[in-house]
T-cell receptor, first 115, second 114 residues
């Protein structure tokens, strides 16, 4: 079974600084998606960024970017110019490309942003 | 569009009671699913549906039933609540089985079983 590991239960960053959240995953498949979701105190799950495994180029969404290392099965999230509103739980997730039925989530990283 | 809605937001049950968590989406999405979120763990899939009349089990289905009589609604039933079912429950929907990337999540239901 595919597993997703987030080894940092908590991280903190100074406002305007950069922080990187780590994620590793285990799979024997070659076609899959990886995601980072943000969960603020409101509990809403918000998609931050996604990466298709067949793409070599790292995904970028404004201040959010990923470092996708397929061979190493690593998928880290970099948040640049951190803002107070970035404070939340962040979940890394994996699913097969053609199967919505089995999305696997990591345990999450709680990010604190210090003013 | 209201997106994915869930009711209630909070619920307290006694052990052995039954109840239904409601989930509805107004986006005509084919795929719907239920997850539970426990402290220190990511979301885990309980049940899912790929269309009206079709449901299947996820990773942690025991103690839960689902049905999908319409495209819009996907209720989750707890048959006999147990303290181990204390959790936050999320419903999600997606336009299709897998070609699109994203699942849209509801706001969650916090359930406490005493």
């Amino acid at each position: 079974a595919q597993t997703v590991t987030q080894s940092q239960p908590e991280m903190s960053v100074q406002e305007a600084e950069t922080v990187t959240l780590s994620c590793t995953y285990d799979t024997s498949e070659s076609d899959y998606y990886l995601f980072w979701y943000k969960q603020p105190p409101s509990r809403q799950m918000i998609l931050v960024i996604r990466q298709e495994a067949y793409k070599q180029q790292n995904a970028t969404e404004n201040r959010f970017s990923v470092n996708f290392q397929k061979a190493a099965k690593s998928f880290s999230l970099k948040i640049s110019d951190s803002q107070l509103g970035d404070a939340a739980m962040y979940f890394c997730a994996y699913r097969l490309m053609y199967n919505n039925n089995d999305m696997r989530f990591g345990a999450g990283t709680r990010l604190t942003v210090k003013p | 569009n209201a997106g994915v809605t869930q009711t209630p937001k909070f619920q307290v049950l006694k052990t052995g009671q039954s109840m239904t968590l409601q989930c509805a989406q107004d986006m005509n999405h084919e795929y719907m699913s239920w997850y539970r979120q426990d402290p220190g763990m990511g979301l885990r899939l309980i049940h899912y549906s790929v269309g009206a009349g079709i449901t299947d089990q996820g990773e942690v289905p025991n103690g839960y039933n689902v049905s999908r009589s319409t495209t819009e609604d996907f209720p989750l039933r707890l048959l006999s609540a147990a303290p181990s079912q204390t959790s936050v429950y999320f419903c999600a929907s997606s336009p299709d089985r897998g070609r699109t990337y994203e699942q849209y999540f509801g706001p969650g239901t916090r359930l406490t079983v005493t």
